[in-house]
């Protein structure tokens, strides 16, 4: 256990629908990354945040929004969705500087039918 | 062109071999690497850090970063079935937390 909990761990819904994916961080860590890994794409950075804030931005699509709550749990948005949304999204989360890497929870496999 | 290029494998060899994995990448502000293991259906985790050139030594793994060429390496020694996983290298630059990932070379240690 990584100590980075993710909740549900599978999620199947259809196209159009919207869908709320739960992140916990471990304890003490103030910074929560988002990221999306499809087969094709491999791991790409969605969004980070850092006690609360937005600190940084990939290429998140305008159809998904996240955010981080005062007890530094986080919550990604993904509406209007579509077959292609259909990846693994995984939260991680570090102390602080996440350039020394950060931990990663076991992912939330989502399939849009 | 992607910035960080990781040959997918498969890759495929016996036990107790030593097994060699490479990134190169073309993003010159890259200072941080690591090497990541992902086990089927798990979430990534961190094997390897290092900051800068040079070498890192971490029991039957060794992570060597050459800057001037933009290479990096993964050593396994006296590889194992339980290494049999994805590894992925992933990078950043100074002031910026996001971590690129190559796609990752799948690895199989045949018993």
């Known amino acids: 256990d990584s100590g980075v909990t993710q909740t549900p761990k599978h999620l199947i819904t259809a196209t159009g629908q919207r869908v709320t994916l739960r992140c916990s961080p471990r304890s003490g860590d103030l910074s929560v990354y988002w990221y999306q890994q499809s087969l094709d794409q491999g791991l790409q950075f969605l969004i980070q945040y850092y006690n609360g804030e937005e600190r940084a931005k990939g290429n998140i699509l305008e159809r998904f929004s996240a955010q981080q709550f005062p007890d530094l749990h986080s919550e990604l948005n993904l509406s209007s969705l579509e077959l292609g949304d259909s990846a693994l999204y995984f939260c991680?989360?570090?102390?602080?500087?996440?350039?020394?890497?950060?931990?990663f929870g076991s992912g939330t496999r989502l399939t849009v039918v | 062109q992607k910035e960080v290029e990781q040959d997918p494998g498969p890759l495929s060899v016996p036990e107790g071999a030593i097994v060699s994995l490479n990134c190169t990448y073309s993003n010159s502000a890259f200072q941080y690497f690591m090497w990541y293991r992902q086990y089927s259906r798990k979430g990534p985790e961190l094997l390897m850090y290092?900051?800068?050139?040079g070498n890192k030594e971490d029991g039957r793994f060794t992570a060597q970063v050459d800057k001037s060429s933009k290479y990096i390496s993964l050593f396994i020694r006296d590889s194992q079935p339980s290494d049999s996983a994805t590894y992925l290298c992933?990078?950043?630059?100074?002031?910026?937390?996001?971590?690129?990932f190559g796609t990752g070379t799948r690895l199989t240690i045949i018993p």
């Open positions: 992933a990078m950043s630059a100074p002031g910026n937390e996001k971590l690129t």
């Open positions: 991680a989360s570090s102390v602080g500087g996440g350039n020394y890497g950060y931990t």
């Open positions: 290092t900051y800068s050139s």
